[in-house]
């Protein structure tokens, strides 16, 4: 296994950063996790200009485009061509001396590298979730590397012995502390609308996609906590979560939501497995 450094192919226990790379030093950095089913990418294309619009966003100019042939050469080095992969690749402002004030000769830092993961048999899985209120900043369209707020979450549901946590923005709910997250009341489907709050999820569109090619009707509407009662289906998407059911969410110890149908989930997983395979 190798992982791409600053233009060099390193060995993970020989690949190192300064100490004064501000990835390190501030989260000032970017990422991207880009889905490769049986040696092929998934969504590719679409992963490069969210990762293009991060860059833009936080002003580091670089060509994200320029990363593809990295991409397929990280999962041809990892041994990754038959396999489900994801590649990561992480872009840090560079390391200078520790100050808020942008050097102005500063080297944009380069990390990429290919993982294997489990993407088969994601449509046999349920989770029980818990809520809690989204405590992250109003910028979570950018990829940003500063996920305090996304690992403080999570880990206070894993401990707490549920799979993700959803996470609630003035009483209404946002999305996944890493994953996205969509609602289904009177069979019309609901997803918070692209903007601040989220993050544009990939597989999010592709959902809202194959929503289309099903004449299943979608409103991009942010659904709120006491409309619990009226929902019917509820589920989570992501690059490796693929689309799974939600069974229950639990609110302040209280089970506020138990999963009342599954039929549009599973039409939804469905086409998802025909897209992907
Ligand atoms: N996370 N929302 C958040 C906050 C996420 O972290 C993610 C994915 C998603 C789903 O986006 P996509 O479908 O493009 O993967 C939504 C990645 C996989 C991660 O941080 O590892």
Same mark, same amino acid.
């Given at each position: 296994?190798?992982?791409?450094?600053?233009?060099?192919?390193?060995?993970?226990?020989?690949?190192?950063?300064?100490?004064?790379?501000?990835?390190?030093?501030?989260?000032?950095?970017?990422?991207?996790?880009?889905?490769?089913?049986?040696?092929?990418?998934?969504?590719?294309?679409?992963?490069?200009?969210?990762?293009?619009?991060?860059?833009?966003?936080?002003?580091? !100019?670089?060509?994200?485009?320029?990363?593809?042939?990295?991409?397929?050469?990280?999962?041809?080095?990892?041994?990754?061509?038959?396999?489900d992969?994801?590649?990561?690749?992480q872009?840090?402002?560079?390391?200078?001396?520790?100050?808020?004030?942008?050097?102005?000769?500063?080297?944009? &830092?380069?990390?990429?590298?290919a993982?294997?993961?489990?993407?088969?048999?994601?449509?046999?899985?349920?989770?029980?979730?818990?809520? &809690?209120?989204?405590?992250?900043?109003?910028?979570?369209?950018?990829?940003?590397?500063?996920?305090?707020?996304?690992?403080?979450?999570?880990?206070?549901?894993?401990?707490?012995?549920?799979?993700?946590?959803?996470?609630?923005?003035?009483?209404?709910?946002?999305e996944? &502390?890493?994953?996205?997250?969509?609602?289904?009341?009177?069979?019309?489907?609901?997803?918070?609308?692209?903007?601040?709050?989220?993050?544009?999820?990939?597989?999010?569109?592709?959902?809202?996609?194959?929503?289309?090619?099903?004449?299943?009707?979608?409103?991009?509407?942010?659904?709120?906590?006491?409309?619990?009662?009226?929902?019917?289906?509820?589920?989570?998407?992501? !690059?490796?979560?693929?689309?799974?059911?939600?069974?229950?969410i639990?609110?302040?110890?209280?089970?506020?939501? !138990?999963?009342?149908?599954?039929s549009?989930?599973?039409?939804?997983?469905?086409?998802?497995?025909?897209?992907?395979?």
């Open positions: 296994k190798e992982v791409y450094l600053n233009g060099k192919w390193l060995k993970p226990d020989e690949a190192f950063v300064s100490v004064f790379d501000r990835a390190f030093m501030f989260g000032d950095g970017i990422y991207e996790v880009t889905p490769f089913y049986k040696g092929k990418g998934f969504k590719l294309k679409e992963h490069l200009k969210r990762l293009q619009y991060s860059l833009d966003q936080i002003q580091i !100019t670089f060509d994200a485009f320029s990363l593809e042939k990295l991409m397929l050469e990280a999962i041809d080095r990892a041994g990754l061509h038959n396999a992969a994801a590649v990561y690749i872009l840090s402002r560079g390391a200078g001396a520790r100050s808020h004030f942008v050097p102005e000769k500063i080297e944009t &830092s380069i990390l990429l590298y993982f294997g993961v489990t993407l088969e048999g994601f449509e046999k899985k349920t989770w029980h979730v818990m809520a &809690s209120e989204d405590k992250r900043w109003y910028r979570c369209d950018i990829k940003s590397t500063a996920l305090l707020a996304n690992v403080m979450a999570n880990e206070a549901a894993i401990s707490a012995g549920f799979h993700e946590n959803l996470l609630l923005r003035n009483g209404y709910f946002t996944g &502390s890493h994953s996205s997250l969509f609602f289904v009341k009177y069979g019309v489907v609901y997803t918070h609308p692209e903007g601040p709050e989220i993050l544009s999820g990939i597989t999010r569109a592709e959902v809202i996609n194959i929503c289309a090619s099903l004449n299943i009707k979608v409103i991009e509407k942010t659904v709120h906590f006491d409309e619990l009662v009226e929902v019917e289906e509820v589920f989570v998407t992501g !690059t490796t979560t693929q689309i799974i059911p939600i069974s229950s639990t609110h302040h110890n209280k089970k506020v939501y !138990t999963t009342r149908k599954d549009l989930t599973k039409k939804l997983q469905e086409v998802f497995i025909k897209r992907t395979r």
